[in-house]
């Protein structure tokens, strides 16, 4: 009986078929062109670009462990290192939380709840307000404190966010804070740097993360990382 030469020689051609001693008899014979399709090697290169390296992703810093799934742009190395750097200093301060969460308080039940819920389910500790302030408290004294007893500051910028920086409210004066400290990441959801920018041109002259191009929970994994020893 004859064999097919194709998984030797390959039937890249009609001629080549036709010199098969098993498949030239064929009358209906369909090109092996595609043989196997996954071992293209367009494909194959394709599939190795997109391993951990979306939209420019495809670095560690020094602080992320080798096992790790999380990938960063050069842009986001270059911000959180010295927000790592200053961290790694404040280790060595009792009784400090890991984050200060600011936010606008429209968004305490939504967009700043999730980010809170995402950073604690993986051991982080973090300031919230929704938790943090007790009923009759002075707010202002309470985010004073909280400032204070945190080792990085993360700020929320959500349309709600911006609108409440306008009216320079409670939002105003913990960035000012957040800002004199260097200890400073911008979150931005659902909205634009430059949007950020229009508002406040000396926190928007900062990079940070954004929800644009990646989940809420990709960001809160570069959180969770940053402040883990």
């Known amino acids: 009986m004859s064999r097919c030469t194709a998984p ?17 008899s064929r009358s ?45 742009t050069d842009s986001e190395v270059r911000t959180l290192t010295p927000i790592r750097e200053n961290f790694e200093k ?13 936010h606008a308080w429209d968004d305490r039940k939504d967009s700043a709840k999730e980010l809170h819920d995402l950073l604690e389910s993986q051991g982080v500790s973090v300031w919230f307000s929704e938790k943090d302030v007790l009923l009759g408290s002075p707010l202002l004294r ?6 204070a007893k945190s080792k990085v500051g993360i700020v929320l910028v959500t349309p709600n966010f911006l609108h409440r920086v306008t009216k320079e409210g409670i939002a105003d ?26 508002v406040s041109p000396l926190l928007g002259s900062r990079s940070g993360l954004s929800t644009e191009e990646e989940p809420m929970k990709n960001v809160a994994a570069k959180l969770v990382e940053l402040v883990s020893i």
Do not use: Q
């Not at 404040?90 to 600011?102: A, E, G």
């Not at 309470?142 to 400032?147: A, V």
């Open 28 to 72: 209906s014979y369909r090109s092996y062109s595609s043989y196997p399709p996954s071992y293209s090697s367009s494909s194959y290169s394709s599939g190795s670009r997109n391993v951990g390296s979306g939209s420019g992703r495809t670095r560690k810093p020094r602080w992320s462990k080798g096992t790790s799934p999380v990938y960063y």
């Open 173 to 198: 004066k913990e960035l000012s804070a957040l800002l004199a400290r260097d200890l400073l990441v911008p979150i931005v959801h659902n909205t634009t740097f430059e949007k950020l920018r229009e």
């Open 8 to 24: 030797v020689h390959g039937h890249r051609t009609a001629s080549a078929a036709a010199n098969c001693p098993a498949c030239s």
């Open 142 to 147: 309470e985010i004073d404190k909280g400032l």
């Open 90 to 102: 404040r280790t060595v301060v009792p009784d400090l939380r890991d984050i200060f969460l600011c």
